[in-house]
């Protein structure tokens, strides 16, 4: 069974871009979430998306957004890129049930904002 | 604000030895608690879980202690071998399929 994919895995961009993450889910897996991994921060809830809706949301600006497609594929876009959004971006995808609770992590994609 | 405080934030254990990692937390209405394991380059993987109507679970080499009382939990590795050397974070779950994450223990096993 394959696991979460994440592309692109590095990409470097610079302020003021803008960039889009993509992520395939586990087949069967409804919800996606998308994580921040930044050193001495941990991994910071960006939103989830569960049948193309966010039911979701973390503390991050509006130049962070998401979609779902129809076949549970996800797509993150960060608008305006800072310095400090440089950062580890992960994505996990899980059942839908709260009985289960398992994320299942992609690799990641590396971002760096010059 | 971290939901989910976690230390200590680097370990040294001699091979053989037992590696312990504390976390603590605030919101009474998490409701399962895993812990995570990463590895350079690759994404954290779910090394196990409790629920808060259990105070302990054991899996070979690995055992979660939960105080409900205290808000705290606790990763215990028994006889820790240098492939546990990796980052490990806990975690907890709030309302939705939200996560709250520690900021992760780096963690180094001498031979």
């Known amino acids: 069974k394959a696991g979460v994919t994440q592309t692109p895995r590095y990409l470097i961009k610079t302020r003021g871009q803008q960039v889009t993450l993509s992520c395939s889910p586990i087949?069967?897996?409804?919800?996606v979430s998308w994580y921040q991994q930044t050193p001495g921060q941990g991994l910071q809830f960006l939103f989830e998306?569960?049948?193309?809706?966010?039911?979701n949301k973390g503390n991050f600006p509006g130049r962070f957004s998401g979609r779902q497609f129809s076949n549970s594929r996800s797509e993150m876009n960060v608008s305006t890129l800072e310095l400090g959004d440089s950062a580890l971006y992960l994505c996990?995808?899980?059942?839908?049930?709260?009985?289960?609770?398992?994320?299942?992590f992609g690799e990641g994609s590396r971002l760096t904002v010059l | 604000q971290q939901q989910v405080k976690q230390s200590p934030q680097s370990l040294i254990v001699q091979k053989g030895g037992i590696s312990i990692i504390n976390c603590a937390y605030e919101?009474?209405?998490?409701?399962?608690f895993p812990w995570y394991q990463q590895f350079p380059g690759k994404g954290p993987a779910l090394l196990i879980a409790?629920?808060?109507?259990?105070s302990e679970k054991k899996e070979g080499r690995f055992t979660i202690s939960f105080n409900k009382s205290a808000k705290q939990f606790s990763l215990h590795i028994m006889d820790s071998q240098p492939g546990d050397s990796a980052t490990y974070f806990c975690?907890?779950?709030?309302?939705?399929?939200?996560?709250?994450f520690g900021t992760g223990t780096s963690l180094t096993v001498i031979p």
């Open positions: 996990a995808s899980s059942f839908a049930g709260r009985n289960t609770g398992e994320l299942f």
């Open positions: 975690a907890a779950r709030g309302t939705g399929n939200q996560f709250y």
């Open positions: 998306y569960f049948s193309e809706t966010q039911r």
């Open positions: 919101n009474t209405a998490f409701d399962y």
């Open positions: 409790i629920r808060p109507d259990v």
């Open positions: 087949s069967g897996h409804r919800s």
